[in-house]
């Protein structure tokens, strides 16, 4: 099983991509991951917030490939503990698919994408910078993967 990040935005802060970085070499074995980055839509001044959701959740489906098991990020969806999450893992290696995380732009998900989702992940009820939440995102999955194996990462 193969694991893609699209997520919208782009240049992450160096020590956010540090951090990401470490965390991919990490899950290389156990569960590859690649990051897409898409160009956020245009805000501002005179700009239509409902249209750059809008392109910004087309960008991010046109990106999935068909038979790829979907998880937007999102605050309305179910908390997982790390424990949760690596017996999701477990779930989701035994359904042979790939798996896509989500991450929206400033404004979130557009309807559509939520509505693709096959599951809505919220990282908990804290409000997080969305470049945060990829390096929090390939971390909790490192965590997951060595819950899995029995490493001693996670000492509960």
Known sequence: M???LIAIGERM???VAEGFAEYR?????????????LKPGARGKGRDDARAIQEEGNAILAGLPRDIHVVALDG???TW??????????KWRMSGRDIAFLIGGPDGHSPDVLARADQKWSL???????MLVRLVLAEQLY???TLLAG???HRA
């Open 2 to 4: 193969r694991a893609r």
């Open 143 to 145: 965590r997951a993967t």
């Open 13 to 15: 802060p160096a020590w």
């Open 25 to 37: 070499k990490r899950l290389s074995h156990d569960l590859p991951l690649e990051l897409v980055e």
């Open 151 to 153: 490493h001693p990462y």
């Open 76 to 78: 309305r969806g179910k």
């Open 81 to 90: 503990s790390s424990e949760e999450l690596a017996e999701q893992l477990a």
């Open 124 to 130: 908990g009820p804290l409000t997080l910078p969305h």
